[in-house]
């Protein structure tokens, strides 16, 4: 079977409320005592594929889950395991999936890794020990599994807390299952977490907190595809990339690069709804706020960092004194305070389901969304449009001033992404050709820039150390050249071939 689930950090201070919320009602509660197993090279997990025996109250369950369609949706099959005795702790037995979507995701991670399915070794890696409060309830036409989780996992001498609520789709429509995530985000402060119980007792039996920062991935498009399916598509890739990123951050980590790629992730789908807006008509306004106030928000540690470790140095190099910058007037935002917030949080609820496809209607109800034509003509005229706005304003690039030049460098970046997430459609190989002379322009018009932002951060500087008056200087004499190196790089991409044109 599919499992669709959202899994929420709870906040300290609402925990008690929480696991309240749930108790209401006919809820139970149980015990769950698992062991994960792979084999000693991590085969399974290589595959993000998770194996375990569980004790769920007096029964024994392995269950088997791999990755599905997406981010939030994976594939399941539990085996009932019968036992002389209920102290008995079961062996796990591949065979128990054969036949299954799962058990053939298991055989093949095996061989991948040089295994045969039959002749695998397991052991256990990690632990867990959980109390979980259970109940399910209907809401909308869907029929729901609140689970509120409170234990611990282990791997050897190592602990970590958890606390989560899971919500699980257990029959009927994802959005009614995404419409009471909302108004559960709305009453408690729960932030979506992507990392499994298996993950973080993989990370714990590795000795690392945080998993590594997620890179964006291609969107699953095709030329088949109408826009509406084209636009599903490629906000599912952008979520791909933001929820975990975004979990890693609200988790706490301080790796700049998980902010970062998560930061990367919501301008490409910011890109996506802007571009794309005739595809999905639905476009709820108020997520635009809520993406630009954390992306801005996420990035005045990275602006700073940038001044520090890239201007800084060629200024001392070139002779300039060496120059404090003033501490910024407010503190800066933690990075797990924007991402936990509610605004964001209700953002992220509404664009999964906008990712989702349409739902099947019983016969008789009124039918599903039909195919539509091909997304490729009103592709190509968007395609078309922000290509001739970018050769049109790099003609006369060195003119502009400082904010017209940045909305260059913006809009070059959305016919960037826009190229990446239709690529496949026109061919994959002719559009790696057009973004390849996109990149000069890019990484020109990214200098730029950062000098751009530099020179005001040095201006106010000045009013309290006037050595700053330096670097002001120093890099202001440098931005007329600048911008004809910025002219130059724009002007090629006019001779680009345009690999959606016919």
């Not at 005592?33 to 000693?40: E, G, I, K, P």
């Not at 949706?73 to 702790?89: F, G």
């Not at 050769?391 to 060195?398: A, I, K």
Request: net charge positive; charged share 30%.
């Amino acid at each position: 079977m599919t499992e669709f689930e959202l899994k929420f950090q709870v906040d300290p201070h609402d925990r008690a409320a929480v696991e309240g919320a749930v108790a209401r009602g006919r809820s139970t509660r149980e015990r769950l005592q698992a062991l994960y197993y792979d084999t000693a090279d991590g085969a399974l997990a290589a595959q993000r594929i998770v194996l375990r025996i569980r004790k769920e109250g007096p029964r024994w369950v392995q269950t088997a889950k791999a990755p599905g369609a997406n981010t939030l949706e994976r594939h399941e099959h539990n085996v009932a395991i019968e036992t002389a005795k209920a102290s008995d702790v079961p062996l796990p037995r591949l065979e128990r999936h054969a036949g299954t979507p799962v058990g053939a995701l298991i055989d093949k991670a095996l061989r991948a890794a040089g295994q045969e399915p039959a002749e695998a070794r397991l052991m256990p890696l990690h632990a867990t020990d959980i109390r979980r409060t259970m109940r399910q309830m209907r809401t909308g036409d869907a029929r729901v599994e609140l689970a509120f989780d409170r234990g611990e996992v282990r791997a050897g001498d190592r602990m970590h807390p958890l606390c989560e609520l899971e919500i699980e789709l257990k029959s009927g429509s994802p959005q009614s299952l995404l419409e009471l995530a909302r108004r559960w985000r709305l009453r408690y402060r729960i932030s979506l977490d992507t990392v499994s119980k298996a993950a973080r007792g993989e990370r714990l039996a590795k000795g690392i907190e945080y998993g590594e920062a997620v890179k964006a991935e291609a969107p699953a498009v095709d030329v088949h595809m109408d826009g509406p399916q084209v636009f599903r598509a490629v906000i599912s890739a952008c979520l791909a990339q933001i929820l975990p990123n975004a979990s890693e951050v609200a988790a706490g980590s301080p790796e700049p690069e998980h902010v970062h790629q998560l930061r990367v992730g919501i301008r490409r789908l910011r890109t996506a709804l802007r571009e794309l807006s005739d595809f999905a008509p639905a476009i709820d306004p108020a997520w635009e706020p809520a993406l630009v106030d954390a992306f801005r928000a996420l990035g005045r540690q990275r602006d700073r960092e940038q001044l520090e470790t890239t201007m800084l140095p060629q200024i001392e190099a070139a002779g300039g004194p060496p120059v404090a910058l003033p501490k910024p007037a407010e503190p800066e935002p933690d990075p797990a305070a924007v991402v936990r917030g509610q605004d964001f949080q209700l953002a992220l609820i509404s664009l999964i389901a906008a990712s989702l496809p349409p739902e099947e209607h019983p016969p008789g109800a009124p039918q599903a969304e039909q195919q539509g034509e091909s997304a490729r003509k009103p592709l190509r005229a968007r395609l078309s449009k922000l290509h001739r706005q970018v050769v049109r304003d790099g003609r006369r690039f060195d003119a502009l001033e400082p904010e017209a030049q940045h909305r260059v460098r913006k809009r070059l970046k959305r016919l960037r992404y826009l190229a990446e997430f239709v690529a496949p459609i026109f061919g994959e190989g002719r559009a790696a050709r057009y973004l390849k002379e996109l990149r000069p322009a890019q990484d020109a018009l990214g200098e730029h820039n950062d000098a751009a932002v530099a020179i005001s951060a040095y201006r106010e500087a000045a009013s309290h150390d006037g050595r700053a008056w330096f670097a002001v200087g120093w890099l202001s004499a440098r931005q007329p050249q600048g911008a004809l190196e910025c002219r130059a790089a724009l002007d090629k991409i006019a001779q680009a071939r345009r690999f959606w044109k016919p």
